[in-house]
């Protein structure tokens, strides 16, 4: 009796020591975002389709393309299929193995006669999974699935977040370029004006020269953003996964850059980055998948028991290989326990706990950049509103400016020169707010993809 409950005591030990104790990570999680200055709501429910919210249509289609054709995506899955077939590796590895041979042969031995051999063999081996090594290999099997898993949702959450920064940045340069043929247009009727006015000798040469110099400078950026535009459409293309050209912007509408509203936003609380983050459950399965790893290197130090069994039916005589004299049969049990490997195993072990150290800091570092994502994607939303509502007043004053300004002049009572002033600061102020509101939604964007995803219930406008 004493000896048996010896031999408890010594497998509950030897249960115990396969089981690897580890540095659990330590991640302080904030309340609240401190530049979440507009949200009332504790919890935010996402949706994959985040981009839904800026209620534009061509951006709808252009997402949607994009994660179905682009490759970066079918090789995401691909490596998900891959995964889960590698946990059906780890188990089989475990499993009896059984195979069945079938020989026969020939041999001389110098004499006169010739030796004939027939045999049909079954072997089967079975590796008995002691001390947690089939469970520890399964979770890290299951781990790299899950980590490829979180692999596509991030592949999706990235591909969709750079289609929509670059339509942004493309609509920013068609605008523009609007902006730089319409001003081209405008300066040209001014600059025939004062032509007029010159001939008749009641404006000097110097006054015609610089209203055709103000034509000229909106001319020469009319190339410009010609060029920006194709660029940006060439890198579109790229990320739809198709041929460069085959996009026309001319027919999307710049209604979303025309009459922007800002978007209120519910970012929810940080806590929530720890289950939705791709990038943070990358660092999450990886580091369990590293822990798994010290459990195998663990168990690879323990006992293992091999049970073997082989038979079947042997004869020198093929015309007596199915009697009953040519069967056979041995089986075989073992125990085996390293002993001496001039410390490999144990460096073996400490090497996968070095590992699964890197990987939990990896994973707390990834918390900490994701925080600072969000809180710069958040104070960036909350200046670039108060920025941009300044600029859509500059431009309507320097709109009465630039009118007030040529009125004067036109009755001699001001000069062309400050004309001109006005004309570069109306345009400069025009150029300068597109920019900051196509900024602003890739701003927008930015949120989305720090909070791994968008939101449900929120701002939605009919931009078509």
């Not at 030990?13 to 979440?36: F, M, T, W």
């Not at 670059?166 to 081209?184: H, V």
């Not at 010609?226 to 027919?251: C, F, H, K, W, Y």
Request: charged share 20%; proline share 3%.
């Amino acid at each position: 009796m004493r000896s048996y409950i010896a031999f408890l005591i010594g497998c509950i030990a030897l249960l115990a020591g396969c089981n690897p104790k580890l540095q659990q990570s330590r991640i302080v999680v904030p309340e609240h975002y401190a530049y979440d200055v507009r949200s009332n709501s504790d919890t935010v429910s996402l949706t994959e389709e985040w981009w839904h919210i800026f209620g534009d249509t061509t951006l709808n289609r252009l997402i949607d393309k994009a994660l179905v054709q682009n490759r970066d995506i079918a090789i995401a899955i691909s490596r998900i299929e891959e995964a889960r077939a590698q946990i059906k590796i780890a188990r089989s590895e475990f499993l009896p193995t059984f195979s069945l041979g079938i020989g026969a042969g020939v041999s001389d031995s110098g004499s006169s006669s010739v030796e004939q051999s027939y045999s049909i063999e079954r072997y089967i081996g079975w590796e008995v999974p002691l001390f947690g090594s089939l469970r520890h290999t399964t979770a890290k099997a299951k781990a790299a699935a899950s980590y490829a898993e979180w692999q596509y949702h991030g592949v999706r959450l990235s591909l969709a977040a750079e289609v929509a920064t670059t339509y942004f940045t493309l609509l920013q340069y068609r605008r523009e370029l609007d902006i730089a043929i319409q001003s081209s247009a405008l300066r040209r009727e001014s600059a025939v004006l004062i032509d007029s006015i010159y001939r008749r000798g009641m404006a000097s040469g110097v006054n015609r020269e610089q209203a055709y110099n103000l034509v000229y400078t909106a001319e020469a950026d009319i190339p410009q953003y010609e060029r920006a535009v194709r660029s940006t459409l060439i890198s579109l293309n790229l990320l739809m996964g198709e041929q460069p050209d085959t996009l026309m912007p001319e027919r999307w509408s710049l209604k979303l850059l025309d009459d922007y509203r800002p978007i209120d936003i519910p970012a929810g609380l940080p806590s929530d980055l720890m289950h939705r983050r791709p990038d943070i459950m990358e660092a999450y399965y990886q580091m369990a998948e590293a822990a798994a790893a010290v459990g195998i290197a663990r168990s690879n130090r323990l006992p293992s028991i091999s049970l073997t069994a082989n038979g079947g039916i042997a004869s020198p005589d093929i015309d007596k290989l199915f009697t009953s004299k040519a069967l056979f049969w041995k089986t075989l049990a073992s125990l085996s326990q390293p002993v001496f490997q001039f410390g490999a195993l144990r460096r073996q072990e400490q090497t996968m706990r070095e590992r699964y150290t890197q990987a939990m800091l990896q994973y707390e570092q990834s918390f900490d950049n994701a925080l600072s994502e969000v809180e710069t994607a958040l104070m960036s939303i909350e200046t670039y509103r108060r920025e941009t509502a300044r600029y859509r007043s500059l431009i309507e004053s320097n709109r009465r400016i630039t009118a007030m300004t040529m009125a004067l002049y036109r009755s001699g009572m001001s000069a062309y020169l400050d004309v001109i002033d006005a004309e570069r600061t109306l345009y400069n102020s025009q150029m300068q707010y597109s920019v900051l509101v196509a900024q602003q939604y890739i701003n927008y964007v930015n949120l989305c993809k720090a909070l791994g995803g968008g939101w449900r219930d929120g701002y939605k406008n009919t931009h078509k």
